[in-house]
């Protein structure tokens, strides 16, 4: 029996009375996953997992996708990586993921769900996850910005382009001539139907968007201010403070998510790791 208790109002979940180690009932898969679509995210705490069992619960919320950044990919899961402030060698510090975003949005087939297991948290707290309701952004907009947006799309790049915007990454260079092959853009709508319940959500103002199909760049990068500038207030936003054990899961096509900036670990008190996998596409049961 699955006990539930709410984050933010309906804004995440949190879920216990499941142990992900053994593959869930497919019924009580179903109560997951519905809940997952329903409250946008989940955490449930307390799991001791190893990388198959990570990886074989991920595959219940869409076909698995690996990062096209190679060297992020695990060995041997490379739909699957590490998000760590361990570095390796002499490296000092990354900003990681330390910006608000949408996996994968600069494919045309983005990232669904991405699923996260935490390993290890530093002492001292830090390193927390950042997630904001993106249904509820689109449904505060005045009725005169619904319309503005309606049928607008926004163009992505991983690597190319400029941050138009504070706060957004900069341009992220692509090592390998393959990756770069790959970063061809993509474009999504802003006011974007859901592609399981079909309720529109606000997706992906700030940070891979470089501007508006059809739109002077000046223009575009106006309006996806003002919308990530609505979007990323603290009304809409959560910060999730991890536990060791803790399994999260965030509907990347209603929510963005920003990590918090952290130094590099200098030993265990510090560091922080994470696994983390992507899917794409609907979960199984709704495929
Ligand atoms: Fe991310």
């Known amino acids: 029996m699955l006990k539930t208790s709410p984050v933010k109002g309906s804004f995440g979940v949190r879920i216990e009375g499941v142990d992900l180690s053994q593959p869930p009932d497919p019924s009580v898969m179903k109560e997951i996953i519905d809940l997952f679509y329903e409250h946008q995210f989940f955490v449930i705490p307390g799991q001791s997992l190893n990388k198959e069992q990570f ?16 060297k992020v990919r695990m060995e041997d899961y490379p739909d699957m990586m590490v998000l760590t402030n361990k570095m390796k060698g002499d490296a000092k510090k990354t900003q990681g993921s330390a910006y608000w975003h949408t996996d994968e949005c600069w494919e045309q087939d983005p990232a669904s769900a991405t699923i996260l297991y935490s390993l290890e948290t530093p002492e001292n707290g ?6 904001a309701n993106m249904f509820q952004a689109y449904d505060d907009l005045s009725s005169e910005m619904k319309n503005r947006i309606k049928g607008l799309k926004a163009i992505h790049y991983f690597g190319k382009g400029v941050a138009g915007r504070d706060g957004d990454y900069g341009p992220n260079p692509l090592e390998l001539q393959e990756e770069r ?18 309720r529109i959500a606000l997706y992906s103002p700030a ?28 009304k809409y ?23 918090t900036f952290l130094e590099a670990a200098t030993g265990p008190k510090d560091t922080r790791r994470l696994y983390r996998m992507s899917t794409k596409g609907k979960a199984g049961i709704y495929a």
């Open 181 to 198: 092959d790959e970063d061809i853009g993509a474009t999504h709508l802003l006011a974007r139907p859901h592609p399981v319940t079909g």
């Open 207 to 234: 940070g891979t968007s470089r501007g508006i199909v059809g739109m002077e760049d000046s223009e575009a990068n106006e309006l996806l201010n003002e919308l990530a500038a609505h979007a990323l207030q603290p």
């Open 126 to 131: 830090g390193g927390d996850t950042m997630f």
């Open 237 to 259: 936003t959560y910060r999730h403070k991890w536990s060791v054990g803790d399994v999260e899961a965030h509907d990347c096509s209603s929510t963005m998510h920003a990590a």
């Open 55 to 70: 990886h074989t619960f991920c595959l219940h919320f869409g076909l698995p996708h690996a990062h096209m950044i190679r």
